[in-house]
């Protein structure tokens, strides 16, 4: 079973991710004024602000407004937080993981297919730099098992000369420090 990869960093790319979140904020935060502007030109039009006026709420009326959208955005901006987060974990995350993937295949150290969480964005991409350095990461693969198996022959030859020692039976001392 391959193994999972699990988020260990809220943000990512601060910068990038935090920029989205606050994008979006602003939006929200636009959406709010024009909510309120619509709110007051309504309000004034309607019968509901002339009974207000008469009754003395007239000068409530811009205090009132921006209450509520004072309250709108404060609601607002931690469920936007709590999604951008999300959204752009989904980005950002494979992205990171396909820096940290490439620099492995730079430096001849993958040996392995790239893999990303199955709800994260970009899984086209992921497949295609796959198959597209499938030919690198086998031959990467089949190196680092030379190298292994080289490593293995190599201390089982130094095993071998150990014990058989040298020609009067006696072991060398230097080849028993360094074997050991």
Request: aromatic share 6%.
């Amino acid at each position: 079973m391959p193994p999972t990869y699990r988020r260990k960093q809220l943000l990512i790319n601060p910068e990038l991710q935090l920029k989205l979140i606050l994008l979006s904020f602003a939006l929200c935060l636009l959406t709010g004024l024009v909510q309120a502007a619509m709110s007051a030109v309504s309000f004034t039009s309607s019968e509901a602000y002339m009974e207000a006026q008469e009754a003395g709420f007239r000068n409530d009326l811009p205090g009132l407004l921006v209450d509520n959208l004072l309250i709108t955005m404060g609601l607002m901006f931690p469920i936007t937080m709590g999604i951008g987060l999300v959204l752009t974990h989904r980005i950002y995350g494979p992205v990171y993981r396909f820096e940290q993937y490439l620099g492995q295949v730079a430096r001849g150290e993958a040996t392995d297919i790239c893999r990303i969480r199955k709800k994260d964005e970009f899984q086209n991409l992921c497949g295609l730099m796959n198959e597209a350095l499938e030919p690198v990461i086998q031959k990467n693969a089949r190196t680092k098992m030379a190298a292994d198996k080289a490593a293995k022959a190599c201390e089982a030859s130094e095993k071998e000369t150990v014990l058989a020692g040298d020609a009067t039976g006696k072991a060398d001392p230097e080849v028993l420090d360094t074997a050991a």
